[in-house]
């Protein structure tokens, strides 16, 4: 997710309001502790330009849980959150950034976000959790601070 990676950086660097037509989306949960970012993948225009990518990705604060061990390929921080691409099942994240934007929009317990392939949503009753599924694939994730679900 490595053009994840390059979007988030944009996006830390961008003012917070000019995301609108972007294909990007922020948010976090109402206890400050899940921050999602999700990406809107683009398909290849032409052929000098490789296709994008999209995803979602929510990284944590706080949590009891404990990450599989770091992969040798992860040069950068490891398992402080989850993600899911185009392809294949929800995975830990690894990345030397982070989705959390201070002036992102609560998404409320019961409220969903779809960009793309793409929708989260926080469950009800607590709104504690993020739940983010690529609709393509049905694979994704679930992240609170007891556990994580990778699917």
């Not at 040069?75 to 691409?85: L, S, T």
Request: proline share 7%; with cysteine.
């Amino acid at each position: 997710m490595t053009a994840f990676c390059s979007v988030v950086a944009l996006a830390l660097i961008a003012p917070a309001g000019g995301f609108a037509g972007s294909g990007l989306r922020f948010f976090h949960t109402a206890d400050g502790n899940i921050d999602c970012g999700m990406v809107k993948g683009q398909k290849k225009k032409r052929h000098k330009h490789p296709r994008f990518p999209g995803g979602a990705r929510c990284d944590i604060r706080n949590h009891t849980w404990v990450a599989p061990p770091k992969p040798k390929f992860c040069d950068v921080d490891w398992g402080f959150g989850a993600e899911v691409g185009d392809k294949g099942f929800g995975r830990y994240v690894c990345a030397g950034d982070t989705v959390a934007l201070p002036n992102s929009p609560v998404l409320t317990p019961g409220g969903t976000m779809t960009l793309g392939r793409y929708t989260c949503s926080v469950p009800v009753p607590t709104g504690t959790s993020v739940r983010c599924t690529n609709n393509l694939t049905t694979h994704g994730f679930e992240i609170s601070a007891d556990a994580v679900l990778l699917f």
